[in-house]
């Protein structure tokens, strides 16, 4: 799968405290950069080799991200199975937030990043002329780490992209007309709602502002936001980072069940988490690099790395 | 610690002591309350209160005050009162008092008992290094209460001796004519002693040190702000008393008893006549009013609006939204807040020179209009910009996520956002522009007092042309009066007193409420606007 990764044999080196090993070359063929605490090793192809049925939904090869003279991301290649859950893991500043943005091409929004390499949405490469960014965005929706619902109704947050895309027409000429689909909004904003499991909490004030409900309600609401533009991938930043105990169970409860009909990439800090919810697992380390991805279980249980396993049973990072 | 000051957690009671302090703390309060007053000529300072005069009065509270804060400090000192004094008052009090009885010295060594510069210099000095020993090297409780409390005695028993009495004048003997006299100068250093002493006890109610510097800059604060919201409700007061008795003259109701209108084509007949605010000014009217000033402002402020608003937020949403952050939107930036800042009456001189001979070459509202509506330009560029600014970057955010074009998110996220930010600004520039007098002296000003026909009737003016561009307004190209301009060449002028304007004193006052009335009303109305905006923001 991944054809940049000219591993040599494994130099399992010593425990270091440097903070960068130049001497020894990434498998990324970049100079490799560990924290403190971090066993120097050199990071082999086949351990971000992960074989799946059918086809991927999102296939990522040789990204590269640099944000002025930072180099971010470091030949990333992974493919993600449809409906399923993806957790990304990592410690801060590795690199997991940028892949994620990557995705639905919200880095284009920042000036210094550049980006190279190549993404496919169902085999279409979206780093390339002539992408609607509007298609891109309906079909990858995204979920951002705190809760950010636009200061209207309930009822128009969850309609908002619908109407701006003129998929649902609303207001007064449309009335006028007699095109008004505000039944077909009082349907999506009921279903939306069921899928992000808040339309019990909320179905009787679907006119506040939704800067009243509180924290976890809101992410739920966001989620509910992005669910209404009919999306194939949901794209998560830490979404329950910012949440209490209970708020977070239920946006992971949520989360397992987006995964029948969606195809959810998560970035999380929290370990315990990512084993909970997710199917496959990335681990991105000092650097921006991937070091090691496959199934969930083997990743936590039995991983491949040494770096990776000093990173899950929480010797750094 | 070392040098730590013990102090106990729970303190005794010192239900007494305290009572004696915030009386002296309310005994400040009602000695600066009455030199206000005082100032403001509510009262002379002649006047008898209580059997003694105003400077009697104001002298041997002043004794009292000072005696109670130095008695309390002594007491405090000597153990008789329980407190948590520091070890000094410190250095800003100490050059505070320093200062203070340098002045004083110096005044009462060259005023009162006539020594030369050198004579008045040293006492000065004296003085001055003697109010700092006392205030920095003594405890906190003598420090702070000493040098407060004499020079409030001082202050006290100068006016009780009369040496500082109502005929009282003090000659600068300059050049020019320039002297102090009595009914200024007494008000002012008794405001200025009470609120010094008033300090002083306020600290001591506070039990010194920490609480004490707390409680003390409260009340300072507190009897600061009180008076600035005093002088603006004098201000607003004023005007309405003296403007009401001109504003009512021949007030009547009834039906049949106004003028009659044209609304949209229907003509119908007020219940209600108001002369001065419904006529203009004629030989023939009962009682003259300015009817065409009122109409005139209403309209040159929509007309500013309408013309600034659109280009200011449209100005705004380019540089925030669309240039990119660079050398560019700060020559921008710099541009408008230096337009802000240029005098009205250059404004003027533009409209004059350059939007007069290209609008029929005559002043006109339009050209009013539109010289406010530049005026207005740069406030409206300068709010919106900082209102979109501070909308956080997350809305603009998740709504790229969803796939929302940039117009659209600025037109249904970012501006209502920012909204309650614009009409802020919307206000500010209203504020200004209603009453600019120059600005409306130069391009618009028609007759100074014009009679009740002259008033503009911009909606009515509208006529449909055969030729290109097919409509026409002759209204809004004819010179007109507004209200800040008739009010200047009534008071400067005396404009009026030929035109059957029977008391032009009472007609000054009451153009001046009506103005203050307009200009509040605008001010109301965008107040209501930004609360209706910012209601539907939040969750309340």
């Not at chain 1, 944000?67 to 997991?96: F, Q, R, W």
Request: proline letters at 4%.
């Amino acid at each position: 799968m991944t054809e940049t990764t000219q591993s040599t044999d494994a130099e399992q080196a010593a425990e270091s405290t440097q903070t960068t090993g130049i001497d020894i070359e990434g498998g990324t063929g970049q100079p490799l950069e560990v924290t403190s605490g971090e066993t120097r090793e050199q990071t082999r192809d086949e351990w971000v080799e992960y074989e799946f049925d059918g086809a991927a939904k999102l296939a990522v090869e040789d990204l590269d991200v640099y944000y002025g003279d930072d180099h971010a991301l470091k030949s990333v290649s992974m493919e993600i199975p449809e409906n399923s859950v993806t957790a990304l893991i990592g410690p801060s500043g590795c690199g997991k937030s940028t892949f994620l943005r990557c995705l639905n091409r919200m880095n284009d929004r920042i000036k210094a990043a550049r980006i190279d390499g190549s993404v496919a949405l169902e085999g279409e490469e979206i780093y390339q002329d002539g992408v609607n960014l509007v298609e891109l965005r309906k079909r990858v929706g995204m979920v951002f780490q705190s809760p950010n619902p636009f200061p209207k109704s309930i009822r128009d947050n969850i309609s908002y992209g619908p109407r701006k895309h003129g998929d649902l027409e609303t207001g007064f000429l449309a009335g006028l007309l007699g095109r008004s689909d505000d039944d077909a909004v009082d349907d999506l904003v009921e279903r939306s709602l069921r899928q992000a499991a808040l339309w019990d909490e909320v179905q009787d004030r679907l006119d506040d502002n939704a800067l009243g409900l509180s924290g976890g309600q809101q992410q739920r609401l966001c989620i509910a936001r992005a669910l209404a533009t009919d999306p194939e991938v949901l794209l998560m930043d830490e979404p329950a980072s910012a949440l209490d105990p209970i708020a977070t169970s239920k946006i992971e409860d949520l989360v397992h069940e987006l995964a029948e009909d969606y195809t959810v990439v998560i970035v999380t800090h929290n370990m315990q988490q990512a084993a909970r919810i997710s199917d496959q697992t990335a681990v991105f380390l000092t650097g921006g690099e991937l070091v090691e991805y496959g199934e969930t279980e083997q990743v936590f249980e039995d991983p491949e790395s040494q770096r990776v396993e000093d990173y899950i049973s929480g010797k750094f990072g | 610690m070392a040098g730590a000051v013990e102090s106990s957690l729970v303190n005794e009671d010192t239900s007494g002591t305290e009572t004696i302090a915030a009386s002296a703390v309310g005994l400040a309060a009602v000695l600066f309350a009455l030199s206000l007053a005082a100032l403001f000529e509510f009262v002379a300072i002649t006047d008898p209160i209580a059997g003694v005069s105003m400077v009697v009065l104001l002298g041997a509270l002043l004794v009292v005050l000072g005696a109670a804060v130095v008695a309390f400090g002594v007491g405090s000192r000597l153990g008789y009162v329980a407190t948590q004094p520091r070890p000094s008052a410190g250095l800003v009090a100490s050059v505070a008092f320093a200062g203070l009885w340098f002045v004083v010295g110096g005044l009462v060594a060259s005023q009162t008992l006539g020594l030369g510069t050198v004579g008045w210099g040293a006492t000065a000095l004296v003085t001055g290094g003697v109010a700092f020993a006392a205030t920095a090297l003594p405890r906190e409780d003598i420090g702070s209460t000493l040098p407060a409390g004499s020079l409030a005695i001082l202050t006290g028993v100068i006016f009780l001796a009369g040496i500082i009495g109502p005929s009282w004048v003090w000659d600068l003997g300059w050049e020019q004519q320039a002297s102090f006299n009595a009914e200024f100068a007494i008000p002012v250093v008794t405001a200025f002693c009470s609120l010094l002493a008033g300090w002083a006890s306020a600290k001591a109610y506070g039990g010194f040190g920490a609480r004490g510097r707390h409680v003390g800059a409260y009340v300072l604060v507190y009897l600061n702000a009180l008076s600035i919201i005093a002088v603006l409700f004098l201000l607003v007061a004023f005007t309405v008393l003296k403007g009401l008795p001109g504003l009512f003259n021949g007030l009547a109701f009834g039906p049949g008893a106004g003028p009659e209108t044209t609304l949209f084509g229907v003509t119908f007949t007020l219940p209600v006549s108001w002369p001065f605010v419904m006529n203009g000014v004629a030989l023939l009217n009962d009682i003259n009013g300015v009817l065409p000033a009122i109409v005139g402002t209403i309209w040159l402020v929509i007309g500013a609006v309408v013309f600034a608003v659109p280009l200011g937020v449209g100005a705004a949403v380019f540089i925030t939204e669309y240039a990119e952050r660079g050398r560019f939107t700060q020559v921008v930036e710099v541009a408008t807040n230096g337009l802000w800042s240029t005098p009205s009456i250059v404004f003027g001189l533009f409209g004059l020179a350059f939007l007069v001979p290209r609008l029929g070459n005559g002043k006109s509202l339009l050209a009013g209009m539109l010289t406010l509506g530049f005026m207005l330009l740069p406030l409206v560029v300068i709010t919106s910009r900082e209102a979109m600014l501070a909308v956080p970057d997350e809305y603009r955010d998740a709504s790229a996520a969803l796939g929302v074009s940039k117009w659209q998110t600025v037109r249904s996220i970012v501006l209502p956002a920012a909204l309650p930010g614009i009409v802020t600004g919307i206000i500010l520039g209203v504020g200004r522009i209603a009453g600019e007098t120059a600005p409306i002296l130069l391009t618009m000003s028609g007759s100074v007092a014009p009679p009740g026909s002259q008033t503009v009737d911009v909606i009515g003016g509208f006529e449909f042309t055969t030729a290109p561009p097919f409509v026409d307004n002759p209204e809004l190209l004819q010179a007109t009066s507004a209200l800040p301009y008739q009010l200047y060449s009534l008071i400067t002028a005396g404009v009026g007193q030929s035109s059957n304007i029977a008391n032009i004193d009472e007609f000054r006052w009451a153009t001046a409420l009506i103005l203050l009335v307009v200009v509040l009303s605008f001010y109301a109305v965008g107040i209501a606007t930004r609360y209706y905006f910012r209601r539907k923001l939040q969750h309340e």
